[in-house]
């Protein structure tokens, strides 16, 4: 079984930076795919980034790319994910999620078995 517990959320004006992370249990984290998924009020849950067990492969959603980096240190059990030059149309609950292996694709929430509890970013002046 693995917990997820992200932290690092707020409350930021347009063009600022936030970074996020995700704390995990279990002793095989270092070998699970992560990623970061956000849900806005009355939209559905949408891709934001994803990396391999060993962070070597990372993944970004078009609306991210360029802005968003998504890193790991498994001697920390901690994924994060460094938001820059942010926008108000950021603004979502933030979750993090995990899956021993991938049966589908990074980019689908179905394929993650582990979620943490989400937390809010605001962007707005």
């Known amino acids: 079984q693995v917990q997820l517990v992200e932290s690092g959320g707020g409350l930021v004006q347009p063009g600022g930076s936030l970074r996020l992370s995700c704390a995990a249990s279990?002793?095989?984290?270092?070998?699970?795919?992560m990623g970061w998924f956000r849900q806005a009020p009355g939209k559905e849950r949408e891709f934001v980034a994803a990396?391999?067990?060993?962070?070597?492969?990372?993944y970004y959603g078009d609306s991210v790319k360029g802005r968003f980096a998504i890193s790991r240190d498994n001697a920390k059990n901690t994924v994060y994910l460094q938001m820059n030059s942010l926008k108000p149309e950021d603004t979502a609950v933030y979750y993090c999620?995990?899956?021993?292996?991938?049966?589908?694709?990074?980019?689908?929430?179905?394929?993650?078995?582990?979620w943490g509890q989400g937390t809010q970013v605001t962007v707005s002046s």
């Open positions: 999620a995990a899956v021993p292996k991938y049966s589908g694709s990074y980019y689908q929430a179905n394929s993650y078995d582990y």
């Open positions: 279990g002793r095989t984290f270092g070998s699970y795919p």
């Open positions: 990396i391999s067990g060993t962070g070597r492969s990372t």
